[in-house]
């Protein structure tokens, strides 16, 4: 049975929805170019737009990308 | 001190006569990255268990060479493919002994909790909207969605289970996954539309 937190949990990925998302393999292909994006300080929401809407909803995703991007700071 | 190159470089290199030594600076580097990302999410044997990941790493990296597209760094993508292997492993290691089952039936304790009806700061019409909206949803939810959507939608969205654990369990994997809970997702926003309902206003007035 649902409560309003749950509720809540599956409106906000009800209204994240798009017809265009792109799933984990795409996301994970062009996460090395979105991380260096970032990293230059350059718009990469804008350039990837698709990236950042897809680590939005996938934890899995995001958890790679915010750990990668504490493993290239750590190395240059 | 590691030799600065460039992505030719590292192809070259890694293949080439010199393999040897850019394994080593590769290795090097990534265990630096791992080291200092998982710092603070791994609290015991961190070194031992970091050159195992980076060991996988680098066996993988080198099977996928030819798969560079040389859109990034080639340090870059390396890290990417290490920091994939670890946080692979870790999860595996968390979840190892959960069954399906057990993820399903986890966490139930507060379904029933009747926080709609206790919230005493929405006024009695709220009360009913959100009673009636909820019981909407649900019927959605029961009959709109496949068993399969049902179980992805509960474990990830719901309980925020890792995507690649609750794949491995349901016999797929994490893309397919994705798939799966994005057609329930798709299908449930049309549903409320088609029934008048605008799923941003609902949410809207859920998170005043």
Redesign the interface.
């Known amino acids: ?17 798009r017809d265009d ?1 792109i ?3 795409d996301c ?1 292909r062009e ?3 979105f ?2 994006l970032v990293l230059d300080g350059k718009n990469a929401d804008e350039a990837l737009p698709l990236v950042r809407h897809h680590l939005d909803l ?3 995703c995001r ?2 990308y915010e ?2 991007i ?6 240059v | 001190m590691i030799a600065e190159r460039t992505n030719e470089d590292w192809l070259q290199d890694l293949q080439g006569e010199h393999a040897e030594q850019a394994i080593a600076d590769l290795r090097e580097i990534l265990l630096r990255g791992l080291r200092a990302a998982l710092a603070s999410r791994i609290r015991r044997d961190l070194e031992f268990v970091v050159e195992d990941f980076v060991q996988d790493a680098l066996l993988k990296i080198l099977a996928n060479l030819h798969t560079f597209r040389g859109e990034s760094k080639f340090t870059t993508w390396a890290h990417k493919i290490a920091v994939h292997v670890a946080y692979t492993e870790l999860r595996r290691r968390r979840w190892h002994d959960i069954s399906l089952q057990e993820m399903i039936d986890s966490f139930e304790g507060n379904d029933f909790t009747p926080a709609i009806l206790t919230d005493t700061d929405v006024t009695p019409e709220d009360k009913t909207t959100r009673r009636t909206l909820l019981a909407f949803v649900q019927r959605m939810i029961d009959e709109e969605l496949t068993e399969r959507q049902r179980t992805a939608m509960n474990l990830v969205v719901l309980k925020g289970i890792p995507m690649e654990e609750v794949a491995r369990r349901m016999d797929t994997n994490r893309n397919a996954l994705y798939k799966l809970i994005y057609d329930a997702r798709q299908r449930l926003k049309r549903s409320m539309i088609e029934n008048g309902i605008a799923p941003d206003e609902v949410l809207s007035e859920f998170e005043d």
């Open positions: 049975m649902l409560d309003l937190t749950k509720l809540k949990k599956i409106i906000r990925s009800i209204v994240a929805t998302e799933g984990c393999a994970f996460l090395d170019r991380v260096e996938c934890g899995d958890e790679e750990v990668l504490e493993a290239i700071r750590a190395t």
